[in-house]
């Protein structure tokens, strides 16, 4: 079981993976902090100085028991914005990946010189055993 899961651990695939999972966690915090820093600052002053992530509906005030009951909508705003920006980055990213592998596939092959040729038959003649 041990000599399986080592196979599997060390396998292309899995370790690809893995490194694409911690990039996109590390992606997802610049974009997190792209949002929350710099984007919604702006957006804020636009709409009149509103601060998103301080946008509540109190469901029941607190009291000398209790804390307050909350409805956070602002956060989720943040949340949704963070979603999407997250989506449209790695939607462009692939496109550019995309975008490079199909010009490495039309490449357009090289015909061999006459040179190259020559070689490639006195090769083969020698492989086959006959004479030209």
């Not at 990039?23 to 709409?47: H, W």
């Not at 550019?96 to 061999?112: A, C, M, S």
Request: hydrophobic content about 50%; cysteine-free; charged content about 25%.
């Amino acid at each position: 079981m041990f000599k399986e899961f080592k196979k599997f651990a060390v396998k292309g695939n899995a370790v690809d993976m893995a490194v694409g999972i911690i990039i996109g966690a590390a992606f997802g915090k610049i974009v997190t902090s792209l949002v929350t820093d710099v984007i919604m600052p702006p957006i804020g002053v636009l709409l009149g100085g509103i601060d998103f992530s301080n946008l509540v509906i109190t469901l029941k005030k607190a009291t000398d028991t209790t804390a307050a009951v909350t409805l956070n909508y602002g956060i989720f705003i943040n949340t949704i914005l963070d979603f999407v920006l997250i989506s449209f980055a790695i939607f462009i990213i692939i496109k550019q990946i995309n975008r490079l592998k199909k010009k490495e596939e039309n490449k357009p092959v090289t015909k061999p010189t006459e040179d190259i040729l020559l070689l490639r038959e006195i090769r083969d003649a020698l492989k086959s055993g006959t004479k030209k």
